[in-house]
């Protein structure tokens, strides 16, 4: 069964921290990647940052590398997205996203191609 939920958004000021979680079941969580996508009004849907399930390998865009960390835990099937240094700029819908699929070249981790299965979405929104 897919299922992947994420929690975990809201509202915060500029400079503040959030952290989102996505949970997965058990079956979802083997395949190889996850990632975090976010799209604002308007905007086209841009991947945030990427983990390698098998290894924690990690990979992040240019726009949130340094203040966005993406974490896993095994144990309870569940990839976190600890968001510091907000900006308004990152005021947007945030997806979690599963694919399997095998790459070493990590920008293709931001693919929203390479993924089929997605969460539901949580809210993030940060006033300045």
């Known amino acids: 069964q897919v299922q992947l939920v994420e929690s975990g958004g809201g509202s915060v000021q500029a400079g503040g921290s959030l952290r989102l979680s996505c949970a997965a079941s058990?079956?979802?969580?083997?395949?190889?990647?996850m990632a975090w996508f976010r799209q604002a009004p308007g905007k086209e849907r841009e991947g945030v940052g990427g983990?390698?399930?098998?290894?924690?390998?990690?990979y992040y865009a240019d726009s949130v590398k340094g203040r966005f960390t993406i974490s896993q835990d095994n144990a309870k099937n569940t990839v976190y997205l600890q968001m510091d240094s907000l900006k308004p700029e990152d005021t947007a819908m945030y997806y979690c996203?599963?694919?399997?699929?095998?790459?070493?070249?990590?920008?293709?981790?931001?693919?929203?191609?390479?993924?089929?299965?997605w969460g539901q979405g949580t809210q993030v929104t940060v006033s300045s």
């Open positions: 058990p079956d979802t969580y083997r395949r190889s990647f």
């Open positions: 996203a599963s694919g399997q699929f095998y790459s070493g070249l990590s920008w293709r981790w931001l693919i929203s191609g390479n993924y089929d299965y």
């Open positions: 983990i390698s399930i098998g290894s924690g390998s990690t």
